[in-house]
Nanobody, 124 residues
Framework: VQLQASGGGLVQAGGSLRLSCAASGRRANSYGMGWFRQAPGKEREFVAGTNWNGGSTYSAGSVMDRFTISRDNAKNTVSLQMNRLKPEDTAVYYC??????????????????WGQGTQVTVSS
């Protein structure tokens, strides 16, 4: 599975961004997907995840009421809509795929494939 993340950029606090992750490869649509982020000097942390068909989604408490993950298997894409952005959301955002099609997975070790990352910078 190959993953290509896009959509990052510079935005003011309170603004919105939409990240996209294009997936390709055999059985890519059967994988669970997730978004992680990594700020400078910090460990990579879980942001949001979805099962194989988008019917079950889950997110970290810090973003639960602001970020929404979704997927479109017809287009082989997974998106992360980020609203009411805060400076502390500044990080490199990564999409990832896990071979587990259902369930909730928040550890980096649960994921088998990673995209290259896209920078999100939120100015105050």
């Amino acid at each position: 599975v190959q993953l290509q993340a896009s959509g990052g950029g510079l935005v003011q606090a309170g603004g919105s961004l939409r990240l996209s992750c294009a997936a390709s490869g055999r059985r890519a649509n059967s994988y669970g997907m997730g978004w992680f982020r990594q700020a400078p000097g910090k460990e990579r942390e879980f942001v949001a995840g979805t099962n194989w068909n988008g019917g079950s989604t889950y997110s970290a408490g810090s973003v639960m009421d602001r970020f929404t993950i979704s997927r479109d298997n017809a287009k082989n894409t997974v998106s992360l809509q980020m609203n009411r952005l805060k400076p502390e959301d500044t990080a490199v955002y990564y999409c990832a795929a896990t071979k587990y099609s259902s369930g909730r997975y928040v550890r980096t070790a649960d994921y088998d494939y990673w995209g290259q990352g896209t920078q999100v910078t939120v100015s105050s």
